[in-house]
């Protein structure tokens, strides 16, 4: 229906804003990182260049203090944001679907959807694995990640004989590369959490209303195949995968009104990165027939992203298979074992030689 095509547009471009929300309070916490990096730097200095290893299980000791506060520190700022953001979605909720639906939505109570988000565990998927966390556990896992690897930094540095200097420098290199990447990850993919919480618990609030969400995945070569194969599904509310699918994914669930309670008259459109770039295609095209569109050389790039993508690749352009058919109902990729069983046609026509 028309109002679908319009809540689709809305909600693409509603994620567009998502994503930079994400990328200022990523800079924010790149400053909380900087001033770890100084507090161990200076930490290290104090040590002077003839460190005795006697007190290396002291300065390690201190910089896994160092650490943990920045862990909290980074927690508690997220919080704030995500309490703010989580109320800010629930008024966009409202001010879109009051356009489409006949009579005026119901908010659900904010503290009460805040609450789910900080509780409410996300799945994310990482190929053939998978793992329920919430935001502080994925924080949790940052902060642990870093200690492990920063204090590797700094005693094999100094067992090696290394100067403060090039130990800094090498811990100034890992803080602003991998660290960094990693607070990005994680603040993208809590953010996309809430919005699909306060999304999911508004759709639950006006259920005589809305029937359904829809998976809506980014239209370019970046999406992976767990959410192209999900895009254009339609599942219950509160039932079937729900984004974020893994770390710094884009995709949302946007609601599907009940026929008898849409007005008429809407349309709309999502934007697409293909090979010529950015368009704005129907909100009714999904990814497997926008990749379809796509020139070969734009679909393997796509799957050679994905494990076994060459013969996946061939199991799609020969096999006459879809995104949607390379994962399980919840998302996980098949392997190439588990497709040949599933769709023996697909794989004889693909012409894969088995291994």
Known sequence: MSADDFLADAATRRQIMVQRVSRGMTRELQGVLEDMREEIASRIAESGTDFQRSRLGSLLSSVDGIIESTGENISERLRERIYDFTRDELRFQKRTLDQVLVGSTSEPNADQVISAVTSQPTNLISKDRSQNMTINQMVGVLA????KELKNVISTGFIAGDTTSQITQRLSVKIRG????Q???VVQTSIN???GVARQK???QNADKIGGEKFLATLDGSTT??????DGQIFDVGDGPNPPMHYNCRSLRVAVPREDSVLAGLDGTRPAVGAEGVQQVSSKKTFGGWLNDQPASFQREF???VSDGEAKYDLFKKGGLNPQDLIDPDG???TLEELREKYPLAWEQAGITPE
């Open 144 to 147: 642990g990640s870093n200690k």
């Open 332 to 334: 996980t990729e098949m």
């Open 202 to 204: 508004f759709a639950e």
């Open 178 to 181: 991998r660290s960094r990447a």
């Open 225 to 230: 195949v767990t959410c192209a194969g999900l």
């Open 183 to 185: 607070v990005r990850a």
């Open 193 to 195: 959490h809430a919005a």
């Open 303 to 305: 799957f050679s992203k």
